[in-house]
Nanobody
Framework: QVRLVESGGGLVQAGGSLRLSCAAS????????MGWYRQAPGKQRELVAR???????TYANSVKGRFTISRDNAKNTVYLQMSSLTPEDTAVYYC??????????WGQGTQVTVSA
């Protein structure tokens, strides 16, 4: 199985930046897409950003131009650099990784809170 350990969540002021990290361990061979999802209170979990093994990226429209996803394959780690943060970005952010397309493994989630 794949285990994911997240770090970097916290409190930040509006307009500020924050970087999340997620390191994968366990059965990491054939890891394909990795990504970040978020869930705000009363809302469904949504895709924030995704990066494939070939470094193709996908972003939610709400974060395009502000967030950047990247991965370090040698460290089996995915990052999410968040800039120009607003209170609308406040949510629990979850890391995901796939060995099989459509079968994600999930991290525990890390809270990101953006103050006005």
């Amino acid at each position: 199985q794949v285990r994911l350990v997240e770090s970097g969540g916290g409190l930040v002021q509006a307009g500020g930046s924050l970087r999340l990290s997620c390191a994968a361990s366990g059965i990491v061979f054939r890891l394909n897409a990795m990504g970040w999802y978020r869930q705000a209170p009363g809302k469904q979990r949504e895709l924030v950003a995704r990066v494939t093994s070939s470094d193709s990226t996908t972003y939610a429209n709400s974060v395009k131009g502000r967030f950047t996803i990247s991965r370090d394959n040698a460290k089996n780690t995915v990052y999410l650099q968040m800039s120009s943060l607003t209170p609308e970005d406040t949510a629990v952010y979850y890391c995901s990784a796939e060995r099989i397309v459509g079968v994600p493994h999930w991290g525990q989630g890390t809270q990101v809170t953006v103050s006005a």
